[in-house]
């Protein structure tokens, strides 16, 4: 069993759980919270290896959890209906691994996310593609 732990963070109860659903087959432990404060205890509590972020929530937003998270803490990667170019640049140059859009493909979500971070090898591919190889 793999010990990376991720943990996806999104105030849309909904899209959390799609999110988990979709990176259960990622061979990592996942688990969900719907806000950055409880985001950032987990941090601090050492349980966390990598984020998966939305970027607008209520009260500790994503921006927020990665200032405090950018130096020492874990990886950030960010899904989030706001993508646009200046803003990914600006999420990357703060410490972002990654900027993935929303919608996001279940299918792919999991390979994205763990390309981003460096858990799986580019020669890795997302479910589909390993059984298409098989």
């Known amino acids: 069993m793999n010990t990376k732990r991720l943990l996806v963070v999104d105030d849309d109860p909904d899209v959390r759980e799609l999110l988990l659903l979709s990176l259960l087959d990622s061979g990592w432990q996942v688990d969900g919270t719907g806000t950055g404060a409880d985001a950032l205890e987990r941090c601090r509590a050492g349980q966390v290896d990598g984020l998966l972020l939305d970027l607008e929530m ?67 591919g997302p479910p589909e593609d390993r059984r298409l190889a098989g």
């Open 58 to 124: 209520p009260g500790v937003s994503g921006r927020d959890v990665l200032a405090q998270v950018a130096l020492d803490g874990p990886p950030v990667v960010f899904v989030t209906a706001s993508h646009e170019p200046a803003l990914d640049a600006e999420l990357v140059a703060a410490g972002a691994l990654a900027v993935l859009p929303k919608p996001f493909d279940p299918l792919r979500i999991g390979h994205q996310v763990g390309s981003a971070l460096g858990w799986v090898t580019t020669t890795d």
